[in-house]
T-cell receptor, first 114, second 114 residues
Framework: GDSVTQMEGPVTLSEEAFLTINCTYT??????LFWYVQYPGEGLQLLLK?????DKGSNKGFEATYRKETTSFHLEKGSVQVSDSAVYFC?????????????FGSGTQLTVLP | DVKVTQSSRYLVKRTGEKVFLECVQD?????MFWYRQDPGLGLRLIYF???????EKGDIPEGYSVSREKKERFSLILESASTNQTSMYLC?????????????FGSGTQLSVL
């Protein structure tokens, strides 16, 4: 079945450091890929998405590129801020999927220190 | 902005009690979802509904049931709560197809079963 594997956390960085959170997936067909973010005390919200190979999703300084050859969708940001402290979830939806077929990774806790 | 409201932020119940978790969305969305979130396991889908009175099992439906009598409201029911149902419960909604539309999440209910 479909699955998403994220790098284990927690990740602790200093402000202005470079961030990479690795995400790889296993899926049949050609899935759409997503990053969701959960700030403390809040529900998840969509951060960015990519729907086909080589697409780059970007938002709020975060980027991720859909790499079909390596089945990866790594999240990057050049300079993190304290306000980026949150849990980040990688997710996929298969191309033939119904509403239910959204598979989440286990989440990566990021803490950014001033 | 879409709002997904979960009735309680924290809930403490006893083993064997019947528990109702309520969720309301205000954007006339077709689809509604219940997930549980556990450390290291990410989000797992319990049930979803794609229309009033329609429901489908997710990945972990055992011990749960749902009700959707009105489009805006989706209830999760624990018929006889057990300690292994202690978790964070997240409700989400989304419009109909295309399925790349994002999910809108509530802020969650932390349920403790003693």
């Amino acid at each position: 079945g479909d699955s998403v594997t994220q790098m284990e956390g927690p990740v602790t960085l200093s402000e202005e450091a470079f961030l990479t959170i690795n995400c790889t997936y296993t899926a049949t067909g050609y899935p759409s890929l997503f990053w969701y973010v959960q700030y403390p005390g809040e529900g998840l919200q969509l951060l960015l998405k990519a729907t086909k190979a080589d697409d780059k999703g970007s938002n709020k300084g975060f980027e991720a590129t859909y790499r079909k050859e390596t089945t990866s969708f790594h999240l990057e940001k050049g300079s993190v801020q304290v306000s980026d402290s949150a849990v980040y979830f990688c997710a996929l939806r298969t191309a033939s999927g119904s509403a239910r077929q959204l598979t989440f990774g286990s989440g990566t806790q990021l803490t950014v220190l001033p | 902005d879409v709002k997904v409201t979960q009735s309680s932020r924290y809930l403490v119940k006893r083993t064997g009690e019947k528990v109702f978790l309520e969720c309301v969305q205000d954007m006339d969305h077709e689809n509604m979802f219940w997930y549980r979130q556990d450390p290291g396991l990410g989000l797992r889908l319990i049930y979803f509904s794609y229309d009033v009175k329609m429901k489908e099992k997710g990945d972990i439906p055992e011990g749960y049931s749902v009700s959707r009598e009105k489009k805006e409201r989706f209830s999760l029911i624990l018929e006889s709560a057990s300690t292994n149902q202690t978790s964070m419960y997240l409700c989400a909604s989304s419009p109909g197809p295309p399925w790349d539309e994002k999910l809108f999440f509530g802020s969650g209910t932390q349920l403790s079963v003693l």
